[in-house]
């Protein structure tokens, strides 16, 4: 359990909003932390030790857009896929970058190099290596256009909004067949509901290579200014 106290010489400070600030400002639910007065009118905050060691997220599934954070990845995708080891560095951050900014986690890319769209695994071998075959790979994940496809944890998260939302019973079927003999819609179907849900959902979204160029270029040329009283904005 860890303590601290707030005091101050401002009687007209408030000190238990200003405790209860600091513990939302770490992301602490206000019913995780106790917060009290004690006789000398200091503020006593205590938090668990659980509170105060957040687990990490798991470097596979996180998303990795700062070029430091690509550079790391890039670093695990060639530790953990053997077809990697002759390509070039520089060549692999430049193909795996637009997917990054796209999204996608080293799990996606990890999956990608191992399988195509439809999930039939990709040939290996010792002739399938090699700087050719990460560009035809990663070429397959992207559409005729050049836009990146969903990865498999966005198609998975985009189907569970779907599951949520729950689709019909009927889906698919003739209408005149009774209720009772109506199976589950088939994983085709069911995919067809999600592509046409899914290109609702990314209608004013959709990550394509202008969006991506143009985020690029936003990014190179923001300019950030000093205001009058020398604060960073």
């Known amino acids: ?25 770490q992301g602490w639910a206000r019913e995780e932390v106790g917060i009290w007065d004690n006789r000398r009118g200091e503020v006593i905050v205590t938090v668990d030790d ?10 596979l599934h996180r998303p990795r857009h700062t070029p430091r954070a690509v550079h790391e990845a890039c670093e695990t ?10 390509v070039d560095f520089r060549v692999l951050r430049s193909e795996t970058a637009r997917f990054f900014s796209a999204g996608w986690t080293v799990a996606d890319v990890l999956h990608a190099l191992g399988h195509r769209p439809d999930g039939v695994p990709w040939a290996s071998g010792p002739e399938y290596q090699g700087t050719d075959w990460l560009h035809a790979r990663m070429r397959a994940w992207r559409t005729p256009d050049g836009d990146i ?12 909004v779907i599951s949520r939302a729950g689709l019909p019973m009927d889906i698919g079927l003739p209408e005149d067949t009774e209720m009772s ?21 990314r209608q004013n979204s959709r990550t394509t290579t202008d969006s991506l160029a143009h985020r690029d270029r936003t990014s190179a040329n923001i300019t950030r200014r000093d205001d009058p009283r020398g604060n960073r904005p």
């Open 77 to 86: 995708l060639r530790r953990e896929d053997p077809s990697l080891r002759r």
């Open 181 to 201: 003999q109506r199976p589950v819609a088939s994983p085709s179907v069911a995919r067809s509901a999600a592509d046409d849900a899914r290109r609702l959902m």
């Open 149 to 160: 496809r969903p990865s498999r944890s966005q198609e998975a998260a985009q189907l569970r």
């Open 1 to 25: 359990m860890a303590e601290f106290r707030i005091s101050s010489d401002d009687k007209s400070v408030d000190l238990r909003r200003m405790a209860t600030a600091l513990a939302e400002s």
């Open 50 to 59: 659980a509170l105060l060691r957040r687990p990490e997220a798991d470097p």
